[in-house]
């Protein structure tokens, strides 16, 4: 029998994920209680004590960060506000500037110091669980994606590729990334990986939100795991499928701390050249063998899914 902690975790994430990808409707008590094969009675408080937050206040919440990242890609306001269930734009401009203390506009403006305050804080997320498994790198040999020119000038290499869909089972970590990121695979999903024959399977690291727009604590990142069609895995790990398409991808390879740099350069120089712009699916790390990488440095491709401009 399933641990009952597991199956509640299961059922709150159907709702938290049924709510992202609902924005723009209605979303009503009595709905989400019958997703959650909750009573609908007893959902309001089952949320509020599982989230820390009532249902109305995740849902203003998460429309409004939503927001915040569509109009950092470039979204016009009154756009941004329709796909994430305002009826105007006034009132989006004014529950918008009530949240986060400036304009729809004005934010839009400020994105890419925002970005390259969001990206330092991924300088250690999935990548810092590799040191559990061995001795830590000095770091001096890696391998980062980019060639030398005769100049001493850093080129990035991106290929744009079509990705399948992946199957996978992921566990969901609510928290503050860094450090606790990497003792949650440590802890938590590679003794699970090796213990369900999955130590070579293909992993993915997914963090889902921006902490300079999400509070610390209600940040949401996603462990996942490729799994083989018919696999259930039960415990406190669900199912789903990770969208493929398209996507810019460069291949990274060296310790931990060493990623963020690439991470903001691919954001902040390549991607404004090259004539594309991110779409809605998540980016993430894909790794291949994880749970196989013990000198402390580790190799994974940064995919970042892109449409035209």
Known sequence: MNDPRSEYERRMNRVLDHIDRNLDAQLDLPALADIANFSRYHFHRIFAGWMGETVGDYVRRRRLEVAAHKLAAGGTVLEVALSTGFGSGEAFARAFKLRFGSTPTEWRNSTPERTAAFLAAQNSNLNQANSKYGQAGDGTNGEHGFSNNPFGEMIMEVNIIDMPPARIAYRRHIGPY???????????????????????????????????????DKCRYDACVEI?????????????????????????????????????????EWLPSSGLQCDERPCFERYESLATQTDGSFTCEICIPVKAL
């Open 178 to 216: 860094g450090p606790a990121v990497g003792q949650f695979w440590a802890q938590s999903v590679m003794p699970w990986m090796l213990g369900h024959g999955l130590g070579e399977a293909v992993c993915y690291g997914i963090g889902h939100d921006d902490p300079s727009v999400t509070p610390a």
């Open 228 to 268: 083989p069609a018919g696999f259930e895995p039960g415990g406190q790990f669900s199912v789903a499928n990770l969208p493929g398409g398209r996507y810019a991808v460069t291949r990274y390879n060296g310790p931990p701390r060493d990623i963020g740099p690439v991470w903001n350069r691919l954001m902040k």
